[in-house]
């Protein structure tokens, strides 16, 4: 092995493999901070690069596309409160109060060291224990992915702060928005109302860009007066030492939830990033903190959701199974430059492999510079008056949802969304429940009724199955501790939206 990684970090550092890694990397945060835009849409962009260059060569610049568009979508939702990509929905609950507090510099500081040390840490195991991941995440079964989507979905409890009562209508609504289009077992149209784009549903992407963003704006827009602008302090936006104290074990909670969940095929960042930010709310010292500015709530989301993307590699290369939508763009990408992703995929194209392993570690001191940068430089963004702002983002709203399947479709869904998004915070109902249920309620119904199929409607299979019993009790613990955390007197919680 040892052969194998040194011979990789030699074609990393080889000048045209370096220099478009760079590339990959400056691109990725672009691609990811500009609202609409995915990593895969801008893996798909580069793949048709990927047919004149070397196998290694393209790999490492996709991977660099990767990892740097997972962070980019922390900046335009620390600056903008708009999620530049779905895996940074949760780095708005904290980035934009400290946007709003004047550390907008240091916010995206620390989402950048936070970022580095997820896709360090994820790529650290991507090459250590792979197989050993990979085996682990083959044993989860229906039944087990139906309790891992309940786990996250009594995160609704805690994002809900002091309005319980409104964070469960919230989240129950965006189950009931998730129900929407074809049914995924038996093939029936669901809620469609004879109109042939509700088949497929509401898209993730139109959903968020609404709530979050186009929200702001109309938020924004009806406001007759305007608080002083808040000036961005640029020249201190390192972190002191207590403050990367406070946020080291949320980046390590980040770390370990977004490696695990990004080996399980088919959940992704936008679940990794809810469950981090939940985890290390609970065991923070600081509760009263996270949804107005702690530094914490930046941290572990961020790591979270760039963990994510080592450990996708992980079912990707070593069995051929893509762990999210982005890394089924680079499967293909893979084979159409000739390269089998699978168990032998190790020893036949051990250069090939461990060129991307080791590019991928370098990826992360590269995206660490740029991350330390952008830091300086695009808080100034916010400098910008209101009357060019607003349009500005709501202009990048139409876009980003236009391009996501080229259709006016979404953008009407965006503008839909905002306007419920807009009456949401008049009504202080808080957005991050019905987000969750969005994300949460397809893969909870898809695989209950799998679960149920499988074993002829026996729901005992819930509790048989050793690892979804554990995530049910997990559950249960989760739904405890926040409602005992509410009813506390005394205690302050914490508003998560």
């Known amino acids: 092995m040892v052969e194998n990684i040194l011979l990789g970090l030699g074609n990393v550092f080889q000048p045209l493999t370096f220099v478009l890694m760079v590339a990959g990397v400056v691109g990725g945060v672009i691609v990811g901070g500009l609202p609409g ?37 922390s900046i335009s939702a620390i600056l903008l409160r708009t999620p530049g990509t779905p895996s940074a929905s949760a780095t708005l609950l904290d980035g934009y109060p400290l946007a709003e507090q004047g550390q907008a510099g240091k916010a995206i500081t620390v989402a950048t060291i936070a970022s580095a040390a997820g896709g360090l840490f994820s790529a650290i195991c991507l090459i250590l224990i792979a197989p050993s991941l990979a085996k682990v995440a083959l044993k989860f079964s229906p039944a087990d992915y139906f309790s891992l989507a309940i786990f996250g979905l009594t995160i609704m409890a805690s994002a809900s702060g002091k309005n319980l009562v409104k964070g469960l209508l919230a989240g129950w609504f965006g189950l009931l928005i998730s129900t929407v289009g074809i049914d995924p077992i038996m093939g029936v149209n669901r809620f469609t109302f004879g109109v042939p784009n509700l088949m497929s549903g509401f898209q993730l992407l139109p959903v968020l860009i609404g709530v979050f963003a186009i929200s702001q704006v109309l938020v924004e827009v009806e406001q007759k007066t305007r608080p002083p602008r808040v000036m961005q302090e640029l020249d ?15 980046i390590l909670v980040g770390c370990l939830i977004g490696t695990m969940i990004g080996v399980i095929p088919g959940t992704g960042g936008a679940i990794a990033c809810f469950l981090a930010y939940d985890v290390a709310r609970r065991f923070s010292k600081r509760k009263e903190l996270w949804g107005h500015g702690a530094l914490e709530g930046v941290a572990a989301p961020e790591s979270a959701n ?7 590699l992980v ?30 995929l190790f020893t036949q194209n051990a250069e090939v492999v461990y060129t991307l392993l080791t590019g991928f570690v370098i990826i992360q001191f590269v995206m660490l510079v740029v991350g330390l940068f ?20 709501l202009l990048f709203c139409v876009v980003g949802s236009f391009t996501l399947q080229n259709s006016l479709w979404d953008v009407k869904v965006a503008l839909l969304f905002g306007l419920i998004g807009y009456f949401m915070k008049k009504h202080n109902y808080p957005p991050a429940p019905l987000v969750l249920g969005v994300i949460l309620g397809p893969m909870a119904e898809e695989h209950l009724n799998r679960a149920l199929l499988l074993n002829h409607n026996d729901w005992t299979i819930l509790v048989r199955s050793p690892i979804s019993l554990f995530f049910l009790i997990l559950s249960v613990v989760s739904i405890l501790t926040a409602l005992f955390a509410i009813g506390s007197p005394g205690k302050k919680t914490s508003q998560a939206a």
């Open 236 to 250: 201190d936006t390192i972190p002191s030492r207590q403050e990367l104290r406070l946020v080291v074990p949320a």
């Open 306 to 312: 760039n963990a994510v993307t080592g450990g996708a």
């Open 37 to 73: 835009m995915t990593s895969s849409m801008g893996i798909i962009l580069l793949l048709p690069l990927t047919y004149r260059l070397d196998p290694k060569v393209a790999l490492v610049m996709l991977a660099g596309m990767y990892a740097g568009s997972m962070y980019g979508g």
């Open 374 to 393: 952008s830091a300086k430089i695009a808080p100034r963004i916010l400098s910008v008056p209101y009357n060019l702002l607003m349009p500005a983002i």
């Open 315 to 344: 079912p990707m290369l070593t069995l051929g199974i893509p762990g999210d939508v982005v890394t089924a763009v680079m499967l293909g990408a893979l084979m159409l430059i000739g390269v089998q992703p699978g168990p032998l």
